[in-house]
C-alpha cells in the first residue's frame, strides 16, 4: 500500500486526491494546510484519516511514501526540501520551483538520496498528448523536428478568477516573481522541451499587458507573452500566451522533416499532416476529405474512450501519477525526465529576466508616414 | 425612509442606538447592499461596509445614502482586516461568502472567514450581536413527505458531501463554526437563513423552477411552491434579526408571504418577459434521472461529477410548503413588498436587462 500525504488543501488538491483514490493500491493517509479548516473539509470529503496544520506532524505521525504539494509556487522549495529531507518521493504542481537553481538543488538532493520527483504537467498526458508521443516516437515526422509551435491560451473571461485576481492586489499570482505567466506557462513550455534536442537553448522572450486589461486599469500585470526557442541542433519554437485570443486554444504543433503534427488539447484532436501530394486539382479535392476523416476518426475515439470510461477531464493527471508512482515502485523511468524539469526553468528564468529588463533586443521597426 | 415605528419597533426594542457602529460584509453584494440601504433608513449613523474591491461608483450606483456610510476595502482572510473592522462595531451583519464552484473556494470564503471574523468579534467589548447569513438550502427534506411543512425545525443535512454542492456545504461549515463560537465564546448571534432571493439585480430563473442545462428549458418545479423572498424584503428580516432584543442563538428562516407554484411563476415570466418552449418533467422522472446520473458517475469514477444526484432532486424538487411564523413572531417581520408587486418588479428588471442586452 502507498501511503500518500497531501499538503496544501485547495482546489488543486481536490483533483489530486480524486484521481489518486482512482489508482488501486494507494492510501491518502494525511491533509495539511497551513489553515486547518482546509485540511478539515478535504480529510473529510475524501475519507483521509488525519489531517495537520504543520508538515513536521504529517512527515512524523503519517511517514508517507509520498508527498503532493499543492501549494503556491513560493512554498514548493521549502516544502519538497522538508519532505526529501523525511525520505518522502514527491510531486510538486506546477510551476515546479521560483527559479531553476531551486529546481536544481531539489532534482540533486532527490538523486543523492534516490528518491523521486516530478512536476504537474498533467496536460502532457492526456490522450491527444499520448497518442502525438506515440507516433513520434514510431517516427512518423520523418525525424526529429524541425520546428514546435505551442499555443497556451487564458481566459480572462472567467469572471470570478479574474475578479479575485485582479481585484486583490495582494494576491498570491501577483507576488511571483514571473507575476500571471510563471503560473501558467510551464505547461505551455514543457510541451515543447520534451522535443527539444539539446540544452544548449537562445531564447527571445517579448510580453506585454493587452489593452484589455490596460483597460480594466491593470498594467502590473503581463499576459500577451510570445518566446522564440532555438537549440543547438537548430530546432527552433514559438511559444504564445495569450489571454486575449479567441477561442482560448490550447494546441502544440510538431513539423518533421517529412510529415507534422497538430495536437488540439482542448479538444482531444490529434490531425496527421503527411507530405502526400496528389496530381493536379486533386491536391486540393482529397487532403479535406482525409482531414475530415481525421477529425470524424478523433471524435469517434473520444466518444469511445468516454464510453469506457477513460475520458475523465483528469486523466493527465491520472495517468502521470500512476506512471510517477510506478517509478519508485517496479523502477520504471519517470514520466517527467528532470532534463525536462530543468530546462523549463531555465527558459522560464530567461523569460521572465528579458520581460524585466524590458526586451533590449526587441527594435522598434520605423513607422510608415507619408503612405 | 422606513420609520422604525411603524414597523413596531422603538428604540427600547433594538439592541443597539442609531450611533452604534454596524459592520456590513459583503456590502457591495445583491442583498448586501439593500441590508445597507435599510439600515440607513431606519436612522443608523454609522454603517461600516466592508468589501473586496471598494467600487464606490458601484456602491453609489445602488442609491445609497454615502455620507453615513464608511466604506473598508479588505479580505476577510485577513486577520488584521478582520481587527480593524470590528474594531467598536456593535452589530455585525456577515453577508460575504464563497460563491464559487469549488469546495476549496466555499470552504475558504465562507468557512474560513467566518471563522477570522468572530476571533475578532468575540474580542470586541462592544459587541452585541453577530447575524450570520446562511441558506436554507443546508437543511434536509429527506425525512418530509412532498408537501410537508419546511421550517426552522427541520433537520441540517447531515450528509452535504453526497449532495456535490460546495455553496451549501460552505455555508454549512459556517454555521457550525458560528454555533461553536456562541457556545465556546459567549459570542451572541443569530443566525438568518434566506430562501431563494430575488429582485432587479439578478435576473437567472432559479434552478427550483427549472433548468435549461441541456439545451431546452425543462420545468422542474410543477406545482410546488417555490420558496422566494424578495430582495427588500430579505433584506430588512437580516436588518431586524440584529436589532430585535432577546433572540440570540435563534435561526430564522426567511420566505415572504403568497409564494407562487412554480408552474405560476413560469407561465408569468413568460407572459411579462419572454415566451420561450418549456418542457414540463414529472419530479418521478427527473428523480429517476438524478438517480442514473449519480449511479453513472460513481460507476465511471467522475467522470461526470455527480451534480444531479437523489438528494439534491430532493431538495429541490420535492415540493414542500414553508412557513415564516417564527421570523414574523419573534422579528416582528412583515413582507412589505406583496410577491405580485414583488415579481412586477423582477419581470420589469429582467425585461430591461434583456432589452439592453
Not at chain 1, 71 to 86: G, I, N
Not at chain 2, 48 to 63: D, P, V, Y
Request: hydrophobic share 40%; with cysteine.
Amino acid at each position: 500500500m502507498i501511503k500518500v500525504g497531501i499538503i496544501g488543501c485547495g482546489k488543486v488538491a481536490d483533483k489530486h486526491a480524486s484521481q489518486i483514490l482512482r489508482i488501486r493500491g494507494c492510501e491518502i493517509v494525511g491533509a495539511c494546510d497551513q489553515e486547518i479548516l482546509m485540511a478539515d473539509q478535504l480529510a473529510e470529503r475524501f475519507g483521509i484519516r488525519h489531517r495537520f496544520s504543520s508538515v513536521q506532524d504529517l512527515l512524523a505521525t503519517c511517514h508517507p511514501d509520498v508527498v503532493h504539494i499543492t501549494t503556491p509556487p513560493q512554498s514548493h522549495y521549502t516544502l519538497a526540501r522538508q519532505c526529501l529531507e523525511a525520505g518522502c518521493h514527491i510531486y510538486v504542481e506546477k510551476p515546479f520551483t521560483l527559479t531553476s537553481k531551486e529546481a536544481e538543488e531539489l532534482i540533486d538532493l532527490a538523486s543523492t538520496r534516490g528518491q523521486k520527483l516530478i512536476v504537474g504537467h498533467e496536460t502532457q498526458f492526456m490522450p491527444v498528448a499520448r497518442d502525438m508521443r506515440r507516433l513520434i516516437h514510431d517516427g512518423y515526422l520523418g525525424g526529429p523536428p524541425v520546428h514546435m509551435e505551442s499555443i497556451y491560451c487564458y481566459e480572462f473571461t472567467n469572471e470570478r478568477y479574474a475578479r479575485a485576481l485582479l481585484g486583490d492586489k495582494t494576491h498570491w499570482v501577483r507576488r511571483l516573481p514571473g507575476g500571471l505567466l510563471q503560473n501558467i506557462i510551464s505547461h505551455g513550455i514543457g510541451k515543447i522541451v520534451e522535443y527539444l534536442q539539446d540544452d544548449k537553448l537562445s531564447v527571445l522572450a517579448h510580453g506585454f499587458t493587452s489593452r484589455v486589461l490596460e483597460g480594466m486599469g491593470e498594467t502590473g500585470i503581463i499576459d500577451e507573452l510570445r518566446v522564440i526557442i532555438l537549440d543547438g541542433h537548430r530546432t527552433t519554437a514559438y511559444f504564445t500566451f495569450s489571454s486575449q485570443l479567441s477561442p482560448a486554444l490550447h494546441q502544440f504543433r510538431v513539423f518533421g522533416p517529412k510529415n507534422s503534427l497538430l495536437a488540439d488539447h482542448e479538444r482531444q484532436m490529434l490531425v496527421r499532416i503527411p507530405k502526400k501530394s496528389y496530381r493536379s486539382y486533386l491536391n486540393q479535392f482529397i487532403p479535406p476529405f482525409t482531414e475530415a476523416g481525421q477529425h470524424a476518426a478523433s471524435g469517434c475515439r473520444n466518444i469511445g474512450r468516454f464510453l469506457r470510461r477513460q475520458f475523465h477531464a483528469e486523466s493527465g493527471l491520472h495517468f502521470l501519477i500512476g506512471e510517477f508512482y510506478k517509478s519508485f515502485t517496479e523502477n520504471a523511468p519517470l514520466p517527467i525526465p528532470y532534463r525536462d524539469i530543468l530546462m523549463t526553468s531555465r527558459i522560464m528564468d530567461e523569460v521572465f529576466n528579458q520581460l524585466r529588463s524590458s526586451s533590449p533586443s526587441v527594435q522598434q521597426v520605423t513607422p510608415i508616414h507619408n503612405l | 425612509m422606513h420609520d422604525p415605528a411603524k414597523v413596531g419597533l422603538d428604540g427600547s426594542e433594538f439592541t443597539i442606538t442609531p450611533a452604534d457602529t454596524i459592520l456590513v460584509t459583503g456590502a457591495n453584494g445583491f442583498v448586501g447592499s439593500r441590508v445597507v440601504r435599510t439600515l440607513l433608513s431606519y436612522g443608523f449613523e454609522r454603517v461600516r461596509c466592508l468589501m473586496r474591491t471598494a467600487n464606490i461608483s458601484e456602491f453609489r450606483e445602488k442609491g445609497l445614502k454615502w455620507e453615513n456610510v464608511e466604506i473598508v476595502e479588505g479580505n476577510l482572510l485577513s486577520r488584521d482586516t478582520c481587527k480593524a473592522v470590528t474594531d467598536g462595531a456593535s452589530v455585525i451583519y456577515h453577508l460575504a461568502a464563497g460563491v464559487e464552484t469549488s469546495y476549496a473556494g466555499c470552504v475558504l470564503n465562507s468557512a474560513v472567514a467566518t471563522r477570522n471574523l468572530l476571533d475578532a468579534a468575540a474580542s470586541e467589548p462592544k459587541m452585541k450581536r453577530f447575524v450570520s447569513i446562511s441558506s436554507i438550502a443546508v437543511y434536509s427534506n429527506e425525512k418530509i413527505p412532498r408537501g410537508g411543512l419546511f421550517d426552522e425545525a427541520c433537520e441540517v443535512d447531515a450528509r452535504l458531501v453526497d449532495r456535490n454542492e460546495p455553496y451549501t456545504y460552505g455555508k454549512a461549515k459556517q454555521d457550525e463554526i458560528v454555533l461553536d463560537y456562541g457556545k465556546r465564546a459567549n459570542l451572541p448571534y443569530v443566525i438568518v437563513r434566506p430562501s431563494v432571493v430575488f429582485g432587479p439585480g439578478k435576473s437567472k430563473i432559479t434552478d427550483r423552477i427549472g433548468t435549461a442545462t441541456f439545451g431546452v428549458f425543462l420545468h422542474l418545479g410543477g406545482s410546488n411552491r417555490i420558496p422566494l423572498t424578495y430582495v427588500d424584503n430579505c433584506a430588512e428580516a437580516i436588518v431586524l434579526a440584529g436589532l430585535r432584543r432577546g433572540i440570540d442563538g435563534q435561526v430564522f428562516n426567511v420566505f415572504d408571504d403568497d409564494l407562487p407554484k412554480s408552474r405560476e411563476f413560469l407561465k408569468l415570466y413568460k407572459r411579462n418577459v419572454r415566451r420561450f418552449l418549456s418542457v414540463p418533467v414529472p419530479y418521478t422522472v427527473w428523480y429517476c434521472f438524478c438517480f442514473l446520473w449519480e449511479w453513472y458517475s460513481r460507476w465511471s469514477e467522475g467522470q461526470l461529477p455527480p451534480v444531479l444526484n437523489r438528494r439534491v432532486c430532493s431538495v429541490y424538487w420535492k415540493g414542500n410548503t414553508y412557513s415564516n411564523e417564527k421570523a414574523k413572531e419573534l422579528l416582528g417581520w412583515n413582507p412589505r413588498v406583496s410577491m405580485d408587486e414583488a415579481l412586477k418588479k423582477y419581470f420589469a428588471y429582467v425585461r430591461e436587462t434583456a432589452d439592453h442586452r
